[in-house]
């Protein structure tokens, strides 16, 4: 058995209401390594077929974004996790601020942060002939401002132990058809790489994950079909094998391994 090492650490998670999500498998997995949960969401509203929400496709995804997080506080309470929940909006400063005084209040320290919360468009406007103003805005916003941010509180509250891991997407570097989600996602492996050097220094190691394609409740039966054959290794990513690598990036045993953007794609996109 893999010993993490994170038995009463504090990790910090943005993004987790979806009960199929890479968040709430992050979550799940630091609890049953006994880490204490500091858990942030924001509830994303998009029309959905509640008909639909029965299986896995884009009414599931929805409905599972646009809800509270009590399918994941659910699962937190059946391993016993030790946390708190928390609605707010990481592209807000002020929010910012108080998420982590809370945290500090609650538990006195942050060890952790994962940078999974992330902004999309669904309008279908994020090509070079229909971008608008707006959907660059509000995508960099979350997935860039957001997120460094998030860093900066984490380095200005630092302890004696201190992991940060970003999400990212295997096709940053070339994402046709939402190219603002893909560029803000590049924009966050450079800053992973930035930050990791400034963060040396204090032993504070950051760490970037890109997911290939993953079933957190988006991918329906017929797309399933379309994107497994373009995975070398024939299976969609799950989000216990994201949370997999972030434990392992959060753990004792990758203390020095830093600026790293690590591919979990069963070799798609690499």
């Known amino acids: 058995m893999v010993e993490y090492g994170l038995k009463d650490k504090v990790a910090l998670i943005t993004g987790v209401n979806n009960p199929y999500g890479i968040g709430a498998a992050t979550a799940i997995a630091f609890a049953r390594e006994g880490a204490k949960l500091v858990l942030v969401y924001k509830k994303i509203p998009r029309p959905?077929?509640?008909?639909?929400?029965?299986r896995h496709?884009?009414?599931?995804?929805?409905?599972?974004?646009?809800?509270?997080?009590?399918?994941?506080?659910?699962?937190?309470?059946?391993?016993?996790?030790?946390?708190?929940?928390?609605?707010?909006?990481i592209s807000d400063e002020?929010?910012?601020?108080?998420?982590?005084?809370d945290a500090i209040k609650r538990y006195?320290?942050?060890?952790?942060?994962?940078?999974?919360?992330?902004?999309?468009?669904?309008?279908?406007?994020?090509t070079i002939e229909k971008i608008t103003a707006k959907v660059i805005d509000d995508t960099f916003a979350v997935n860039v401002r957001g997120s460094i941010l998030m860093m900066r509180e984490m380095i200005n509250h630092r302890g004696g132990y201190g992991r940060i891991i970003n999400i990212s997407t295997d096709a940053a570097q070339t994402f046709a058809g939402q190219i603002t989600y893909g560029s803000s996602k590049a924009t966050l492996e450079a800053l992973t790489r930035s930050i990791a050097l400034e963060t040396a220094r204090y032993g504070i190691t950051v760490n970037c994950?890109?997911?290939?394609p993953t079933q957190?409740?988006?991918?329906?039966?017929?797309?399933?079909?379309?994107?497994?054959?373009?995975?070398?290794m024939r299976q969609l990513i799950q989000?216990?094998?994201?949370?997999?690598?972030?434990?392992?990036?959060?753990?004792?045993?990758?203390?020095?391994?830093?600026?790293?953007v690590i591919k979990v794609s069963g070799g798609h996109a690499i």
């Open 48 to 54: 959905f077929d509640e008909n639909k929400t029965d």
């Open 57 to 89: 496709g884009v009414d599931r995804y929805y409905a599972a974004n646009a809800g509270n997080a009590d399918a994941v506080e659910r699962k937190l309470k059946e391993v016993g996790a030790d946390y708190i929940l928390l609605e707010s909006d």
């Open 94 to 101: 002020d929010a910012v601020k108080d998420i982590y005084s």
């Open 108 to 126: 006195g320290k942050v060890d952790i942060l994962v940078n999974n919360a992330a902004a999309d468009d669904e309008t279908g406007a994020d």
């Open 209 to 212: 994950v890109a997911p290939g």
């Open 216 to 232: 957190t409740g988006w991918i329906d039966s017929e797309f399933e079909k379309q994107v497994v054959p373009i995975i070398p």
């Open 239 to 260: 989000p216990e094998d994201i949370a997999d690598t972030i434990l392992f990036l959060a753990s004792k045993r990758a203390r020095l391994l830093t600026g790293q």
